[in-house]
């Protein structure tokens, strides 16, 4: 087995707001494994996008540590080395504000050469070409082709080609498919998963489609309320999930036939708002939702235990593989 | 064919053109969609397909110009709505008819209460009732208590908010008690849940679901996410590229999808089973400008024969294999309440 390409402990990101300290991303902790796909799961305002954007550098985290290939990268892009840079890119959700539009999908393309690369211009041309080629549109067609002028599917194929223009080695996509419709979001994800293999690529996948994570990634997480709740190999996520919240997200997707209505976990029903993130319940923070709260949810957070192994769990119910439950220090 | 009583929405053959600078957006080329008492309708398409110009035109609130009605009969208890009279679609709209739509931060007003907003409606639609004087408590525990139907926590001062203070999830929920405030006889959904979170999205559609059946209300279900529509429906039209290309009972399009494009569709939805993701659908939807003659799908289609290209397929009515169907309701030959039709030249002889 590879060893791990990112390494996260701790992390933690705080927006100071006037209403309150937002604690988007709250100690958490993960490794990324080299050539992996893990997915971050979570609703919204669970904070997933704001791990991608504290590892590609758009901020600085508020504390912990941020490991990438052994170095640390707790800082946010100005402070980070050139090299860094072009070894961690990131594509974002909304291609059609993430293009400008009144750059040639050329000039897209060629800004992340001119800055990373000592190279001429002719040069760069025909590295613009091979990455149009890459993502599967024709050089020809698109080179002079301006973003508003195409749909949705190939905006985005554009911002992955932009990503990679520097030959990275790990890729957040943040959403990468949520605006599109399912039959593009198809190609999309074909597409993604083919050049993983071909470069040898390290993915943060991000999204909210469950259905979507269980084709995609190797090992999810899934958070609530900038906290990790549990972390699993994907088929072991799917088959045997252990927190409340996992179930309640699983049991609330819309499916399309009945072996996948088997596979969701019956028994738990979907209830309650998600709370504001600037007013975090004291204890668990799901416990207000949870169907199986006890008392000491209310009072004490729970801590990450692996309750199987490779199977991580942060809930009271679950003790650690030596079957001691744990006491938050 | 289908029970012979009035249905209570009718769409025959419905054709919407919109006049831009580059000439005309031949959009919608013929719908056919009926919904009939009590019947939870869906209907799904990709971006684009002319879902939401369909029940625009429904609601009469489509800009003309530059649409334009170039052909169709939109029946509402057999009564064309498209030659009403102006005066008489307030009351459509007031009574008959409500919609939800997908954002419901642009469906309410920033600047005034959830109270006033719903207390207008409420007003108008006792007053459309006959009540002549509407008492202003009366209002109040009116609103209340629709809030209070959607599962809405702590009505009373959800009453007093304005939208911006509420999460997304709340706002729907108050687009819904809007929508179903007096009976309505119909609901037109467009993709109601879309901006939500998976959990909220649950919620919102069970409690839809539960007042729609205590109602009686029908519902007309727009979405793109066919998860949605299965588990909510009785009938599902797809729809693509401004045409009905098949509709079925919900169970059996999904168990049984005949169009080349249905199939298509179907395939490229990720599954929990986790058989990975296919290839999509190769090709993007026409360009309304010059829409292919014939099939709008044949340049997209792996079966397309040359007839497709010349004429437009007609809807085909499928006779069920009855001994087929895993549905034992079906099989027994007992209830089947419509048919399975499809517009696709590859069902011709099995039509006939």
Known sequence: ????????????????????????????????????????VGESGSGKTTIAHTIVGIYAPSGGAALFKGKNIGVDSSRRSIDLKKDIRIVFQDPGSSLNPRWSIKQILDLPLRVHSANAGPE???????????????????????????????????????????????????????????????????????????????????????????????????????????????????????????RMLLSSIQVISDQEEELKPKKIISRGEIPSP????????????????????????????????GHFVRCHLYPDRSGRQPTDA | MMNGSTPLLEIRDLHVRFKIY?????????????????????????????????????????????????????????????????????????????????DPLTSLNPVFTIGQQLGDIIKFSLKN????????????????????????PDPERILKSYPVQLSGGMRQRVCISEALRVNVNLLMADEPTTNLDVTIQDQILRRLDDL?????????????????????????????????IETAETRELFKNPLHPYTQGLLKTVPRLTGEGVSKGIPGRIPNYLDPPRGCRYHPRCDHRMPICKKDRPPLYVMELDRKASSDPAISSGGRIKEDHRVACYLYRSRAE
């Open chain 1, 1 to 40: 087995m590879k060893g791990p390409i990112l390494t996260v402990e701790n992390l933690k990101k705080y927006f100071f707001t006037k209403q309150g300290t937002v604690k988007a991303v709250d100690r958490v902790s993960f490794s990324v494994i080299q050539g992996e796909t893990f997915g971050l």
């Open chain 1, 124 to 246: 760069r041309l025909e590295r613009v070409r091979e990455l149009l080629s890459m993502v599967e549109l024709p050089p020809e067609e698109y080179l002079y082709k301006y973003p508003p002028s195409m749909g949705g599917g190939e905006k985005q194929m554009v911002a992955i080609a932009r990503a990679l223009a520097t030959n990275p080695s790990f890729v957040a996509l943040d959403e990468p498919t949520s605006a599109l419709d399912v039959s593009v979001q198809a190609k999309i994800i074909n597409l993604l998963m083919g050049l993983q293999e071909k470069l040898h690529l390290t993915y943060l996948f991000i999204t909210h489609d469950l259905s979507l994570m269980r084709n995609m990634a190797t090992r999810v997480a899934i958070m609530y309320l900038g906290k990790i709740c549990e972390v699993a190999p994907t088929v072991a996520f799917f088959q045997r999930p252990f927190h409340p919240y996992t």
């Open chain 1, 278 to 309: 600037v007013n975090v319940p004291p204890g668990c923070s799901f416990h207000l939702r949870c169907p199986e709260r006890m008392d000491i949810c209310r009072r004490v957070d729970p801590v990450m235990v692996e309750h199987e192994t």
């Open chain 2, 22 to 102: 580059e000439g005309e957006l031949k959009v919608l080329n013929g719908v056919d969609l009926r919904i009939d008492e009590g019947e939870k309708v869906g209907l799904v398409g990709e971006t684009g397909c002319g879902k939401t110009t369909t029940i625009k035109s429904v609601l009469r609130v489509l800009p003309m110009p530059p649409a334009r009605i170039i052909k169709g009969e939109i029946l509402y208890k057999g009564k064309d709505i498209l030659k009403m009279r102006r005066a008489e679609i307030p009351s459509l709209r007031r009574g008959e008819i409500s919609a939800i739509f997908q």
């Open chain 2, 129 to 152: 009732q006959g009540m002549k004087r509407v008492k202003r408590e009366n209002i109040r525990l009116n609103a209340a208590s629709l809030l209070k139907e959607t599962g809405m």
């Open chain 2, 212 to 244: 729609v059946e205590k109602r009686g209300t029908s519902i007309l279900l727009i979405t793109h996410s066919l998860g949605v529509v299965r588990n909510l429906t009785h009938r599902v039209y797809i729809m693509y590229a401004g045409n009905i």
